[in-house]
């Protein structure tokens, strides 16, 4: 079975680093697939997802390395991988930044059941490339396994605990050397696909970038807290949510109850605090998700319903009407006729 489903090349842009490091040219293995890697915007493209498991198989060959899938997970870029990588790292929990990078895959691939799961103290995260066989994208499951146990600890940092990885192909090196290399258990079973288990604690545990902005260090903006009572105050309350529509969007979780939460509050009370300002929770969403909206097509190619997934909507046609209320017109008739135009 052939693996026909369309993926981005910015899935392998590390390739020609880790090639290089390997003594082997990349542009020669793209070629062996048909893709010009002479080419400065080949990892723009989009191809079958074979060729890529295709190129990843050679480059093993080449290289004769069992287990260059981690070295290819190490060197990504998540920015390079569009919004599946941006939303990995921009959640404030754990959970809500894997439940963010699953709802924006299908922006770098199809075919793919990607599930998070909590069943009593354990968590599970499962992922499944349908089409082709385990055998045929061992080196490309490694690296998304290595890819998602690096981004995992990233988030939490020393909070981060065990976590237990099940690979559904045979091991081509020494169990115990991917244990090393993944810092992670590794067990081979024949299955359908990836899983990830580790302590369901860890979902709710903030992501250190969050954490350490709030501490005045490095990351992702800091929340306007008080210092003395760490109570939001009236004035910094909708630059606050702003901050927070961002990964909540992403997550698909832009409820009044998630947010709320967020800030360490009822909904009733963030309704009523807001209210006093003059204004609502839906009217405050309904607002950033209007400017988003704007700066998203006047920015750039982004598909429409990339667009959508990143603005919080379950569909396109959402995002649709919701446009056509603010501007009177569709999204991508309007991105022909204002791209230029200034915001």
Not at 277 to 292: A, I, K
Request: proline share 5%.
């Amino acid at each position: 079975m052939i693996d026909r489903f369309p993926a981005r090349l910015a899935i392998v842009h590390m390739l020609p680093a880790v090639a290089a490091a390997h003594g082997v040219d990349h542009r020669q293995i793209l070629a062996s697939v048909g893709i010009d890697g002479g080419d400065d915007g080949w990892a723009n493209g989009v191809v079958a997802r074979a060729r890529i498991a295709e190129v990843l198989a050679t480059l093993a060959r080449r290289t004769g390395d069992a287990m260059i899938g981690l070295d290819l997970a190490r060197a990504a870029d998540p920015g390079a991988l569009g919004p599946p990588g941006l939303a990995l790292g921009a959640g404030r929990t754990l959970g809500q930044s894997l439940m963010s990078h699953i709802r924006q895959m299908p922006a770098l691939q199809g075919g793919v059941s990607y599930r998070l799961e909590r069943s009593g103290a354990s968590a599970r995260l499962t992922h499944r490339l349908w089409g082709g066989t385990a055998e045929e994208a061992r080196v490309l499951n490694e690296g998304v396994a290595g890819f998602i146990v690096g981004a995992i600890r990233g988030i939490l940092g020393d909070d981060c605990a065990a976590l237990h990885v099940t690979l559904p192909h045979r091991p081509l090196a020494c169990t115990r050397d991917y244990d090393d290399r993944l810092g992670a258990a590794v067990t081979f079973r024949a299955g359908d696909g990836i899983v990830i288990e580790f302590d369901a604690a860890l979902l709710d545990q903030p992501n250190c970038r969050w954490r350490d902005a709030r501490a005045d260090g490095p990351g992702a903006p800091a929340l306007p807290l008080d210092r003395d009572s760490g109570r939001i105050e009236d004035e910094a309350l909708i630059t606050t949510l702003d901050l927070l529509f961002v990964p909540a969007a992403m997550a698909g979780q832009v409820s009044v109850e998630c947010a709320a939460r967020a800030l360490g509050l009822s909904p009733r009370s963030l309704q009523r605090r807001l209210a006093a300002l003059g204004t609502s929770y839906e009217r405050q969403l309904d607002d950033w998700r209007h400017r988003s909206a704007r700066q998203a097509l006047v920015g750039g190619e982004t598909p429409i319903q990339t667009i959508a997934r990143g603005l919080g909507y379950a569909d396109a046609s959402h995002f649709i009407r919701a446009f056509h209320r603010w501007e009177g017109s569709a999204p991508a008739e309007w991105r022909k006729t204002r791209r230029a135009d200034p915001l």
